[in-house]
């Protein structure tokens, strides 16, 4: 039963990491291919994490709680580096493809 | 929460636990890094929980409080129900041809006052459907978000303050309950 559940984690939190990558090379601009690794991945790796928490938890005694901790960490940063690198691609005025760039103050 | 002892914003002296939130933050960061409730574990979780935010208060001018933690928790579940649906959406779209994205930047005025839960509420952006935070105007109070699919822009900025800033400022209790 926990071998089921720990699969589907893995294979559900993988496919996300890989969505994330794929969406990372194939988007058209530095905006739009933040989207892909912020979100995608986030959740990918949230899977494979609970996937962890579940296997180890059910193997030792007790719950594992580490991977709570590195979520959490995961779900600070994600939107900090994105916001950065956004913050940084508008500075120097990137593409944005079709979208306009708004306006500069 | 108790509001018997607000601490003086940035200055004072903190009192024994100016920010009894991050304390517990603290404390259960480090149980949760050691994986065990071995008492002397606990003894050290409780010593950093006190200790942490009394050295770096001066670093936490006027942090909020939680106000309303129902409004908060509501806000949570919502959030990561939209976390699982932005992802499928995301994947739709990256699936499909690049020629059907309509990108674009949003404008979104803010409401919000407080710096910490502008941040929080920057971050919840990022992390939900097909936007993420670029830049804020803090003279003006406007953070600009870039969006991956726009159908409606003026319905979009409308979604982010009605489910994430409004619930986010009534819970660190800037807004009235409506």
Redesign the interface.
């Given at each position: 039963m926990v071998e089921i559940v720990v699969s589907i984690l893995l294979v559900f939190g993988s496919a996300f990491v890989l969505l994330g990558s794929v969406g990372l090379v194939k988007l058209p601009d530095v905006y739009a291919r933040l989207h892909a690794p912020t979100k995608a991945t986030t959740l990918g790796v949230g899977a494979l994490l609970v996937a962890s928490a579940v296997q180890h938890s059910a193997l030792r005694e007790g719950i594992s709680g580490q991977e709570l901790l590195v979520t959490g960490f995961f779900f600070l940063t994600a939107p900090i580096g994105a916001y950065l690198v956004s913050k940084a691609a508008l500075h120097l005025r990137l593409k944005a493809g079709k979208a306009e760039l708004p306006p500069r103050d | 929460m108790s509001e018997t002892s607000p601490a003086e914003p940035g200055g004072g002296r903190p009192g024994l636990v100016p920010h009894p939130l991050l304390s517990v933050l603290v404390a259960a960061?480090w149980?949760?890094?050691q994986?065990s409730l071995y008492i002397g574990h606990i003894l050290l979780a409780v010593a950093l929980g006190v200790g942490l935010p009394r050295l770096t208060h001066r670093f936490w001018p006027g942090a909020p409080r939680l106000r309303r933690p129902g409004v908060a928790l509501r806000l949570l579940a919502v959030f990561f129900y939209d976390?699982?649906v932005?992802?499928f959406q995301?994947?739709r779209?990256?699936?499909g041809p690049?020629a059907r994205?309509?990108?674009?930047?949003l404008?979104v005025p803010l409401d919000m006052q407080d710096e910490f839960g502008i941040v929080l509420l920057?971050?919840?952006v990022?992390?939900?459907p097909?936007t993420?935070?670029?830049?804020r105007?803090a003279e003006h109070n406007i953070m600009?978000v870039?969006a991956?699919d726009i159908d409606d822009a003026d319905a979009m900025v409308a979604l982010i303050k009605s489910r994430y800033e409004k619930p986010l400022r009534e819970a660190l209790g800037e807004a009235p309950r409506c």
């Open positions: - | 960061t149980l949760l890094a994986n976390l699982l932005a992802n995301v994947a779209l990256v699936l690049n994205l309509r990108p674009g930047f404008q920057a971050s919840m990022t992390l939900t097909g993420v935070t670029v830049d105007d600009l870039h991956l």
